[in-house]
């Protein structure tokens, strides 16, 4: 890895997102002998759009928000990557996000290339109406080089079903009705089943495979999460069902613990009436910051990014770092959990479920036919099965950690697609 510059008095300075993907690249490209124009092609995106976005909110004035669609590499397909609305979304977060789908899809063998959205904004302080409009403002500035077969954005962080229900019905006023510009949409609008569980289902997948790897069974394991949204709740609900006992949960009002393990199904119906898992009687409070250092099996950040830093590193104690959210470790703290024995499942195969069933989104609205749900779980978990299979393959193979190894097939495979195409 990639080693952080040094601050004036010594400490290590933070190294961005974008810098921190590129250090994974370049270690792969060292380990594959991948040719250096391929590198420089890899380090730079091949277009990043910035767009103003006035939106006029509900007490009449005019906000200008400023938002951002990257299309990293088109090598091995159309662009493919989610929308975020969040205040951090800026043109390097975006940007770095955009480099890990061109490396996951190649890792899934899906037939695209990586692309993601950003909106700077604050979502949870918009009503529905100022969501709506700043979405429809977003898609009239990104739509010229979206398309079917172009670029397909998806949900992310801040937007959900309902946000592309709004970009699709945008995009369809200026091109006329195209279902598959997006994925994640509601079902009544041509989503697919088993979307919104897709990514916590592949992280449980993933913590499933690697128990059965060490020959444990999953009730004997105590797994923590950190984030309670779509992608964390899905992960304790599956999770649940597989045998995995979660001891504690956390939201950004809070989280709980108890050792003895939380009745997922009575927290879901606490969760349904106050919009958090915070007071919940089946356990005791804990702060998110005490959640990432509890004693646990698999440590689960299914929240926001670079939230396991040099700083806490030293304090994890879980055996296995499952990296649900993107980009939780930074790259000084990849290294110190690797000293210390702390094996971690990387992002690009463990929330790959999200993209996998948006893949077969996309291709259920090209052929305008409707998977049932057992069909987009089966063949979701197919998948995961197979790229986890082959990473931990490779991993045992080459000595490497996991996150290396998913590279080095990742970046196998996008190499391997820019010279059959005649790039370099």
């Known amino acids: 890895m990639t080693a952080p510059t040094e601050t004036a008095i010594g400490t290590p300075a933070r190294v961005s997102p974008s810098a921190s993907v590129l250090g994974s690249v370049r270690d792969a490209a060292a380990r594959l002998g991948t040719e250096p124009e391929i590198v420089d092609l890899l380090s730079t995106s091949w277009r990043e759009l910035r767009a103003q976005l006035p939106v006029r909110m509900d007490n009449r004035k005019i906000q200008i928000f400023e938002g951002y669609r990257v299309q990293h590499n088109g090598a091995r397909g159309p662009y493919k990557g989610g929308i975020r609305f969040h205040l951090s ?27 993601k959205g950003g909106v700077m904004c604050d979502p949870a302080r918009m009503s529905d109406t100022e969501l709506n409009r700043l979405s429809r403002t977003y898609m009239q500035h990104i739509h010229m080089i979206l398309g079917l077969n172009r670029d397909i954005p998806a949900p992310d ?5 309902q946000t592309m229900a709004w970009l699709m019905d945008a995009y369809g006023q200026l091109h006329g009705h195209t279902p598959g510009i997006v994925t994640g949409k509601p079902v009544e609008l041509g989503g697919s089943y088993g979307r919104d569980q897709a990514t916590g289902r592949g992280t449980a997948v993933c913590m499933r495979e690697h128990a059965r790897s060490e020959r444990i069974d999953p009730r004997d394991i105590r797994v923590v999460i950190q984030g309670y949204g779509n992608v964390g709740s899905w992960t304790a ?12 949960v956390s939201d950004v009002k809070g989280g709980i613990c108890n050792p003895d393990g939380i009745d997922i199904a009575q927290l879901d119906r606490h969760f349904a009436i106050a919009r958090s898992v915070a007071g ?11 959640i990432l250092e509890l004693d646990c099996d698999y440590l689960v950040p299914a929240a926001i990014g670079e939230v396991i830093t040099g700083r806490n590193a ?18 000084d703290a990849d290294e110190i959990l690797a000293r210390r024995g702390i094996t971690v499942l990387p992002d690009i195969i463990v929330n790959a479920g999200g993209v996998t069933v948006s893949y077969f989104e996309w291709t ?3 052929q305008v036919f409707r998977w049932p749900l057992e069909r987009v779980n089966e063949e979701l978990e197919n998948r995961m099965l197979s790229a ?5 393959a490779r991993a045992a193979k080459d000595g490497t950690r996991p996150r290396q190894a998913a590279f080095d097939i990742a970046l196998d495979r996008v190499a391997t697609a820019i010279r059959l195409r005649g790039f370099v």
């Open 314 to 331: 030293a304090n994890i104690r879980a055996r296995v770092v499952v990296e649900a959210a993107n980009h939780p470790v930074t790259p």
């Open 280 to 290: 919940f009687e089946g356990a005791e409070p804990i702060t998110n910051d005490q």
């Open 237 to 248: 609900r599956i999770a649940s069902e597989y045998g995995f006992m979660v001891i504690a």
């Open 89 to 115: 979304a800026d043109i390097d977060e975006v940007r770095a996000l955009a480099m890990l789908m061109t490396y996951k899809c190649a890792l899934m063998e899906l037939p695209y290339g990586g692309a």
């Open 364 to 366: 259920q609205n090209i």
């Open 388 to 392: 986890f299979g082959q990473l931990m």
């Open 157 to 161: 962080m801040g937007t959900n079903a």
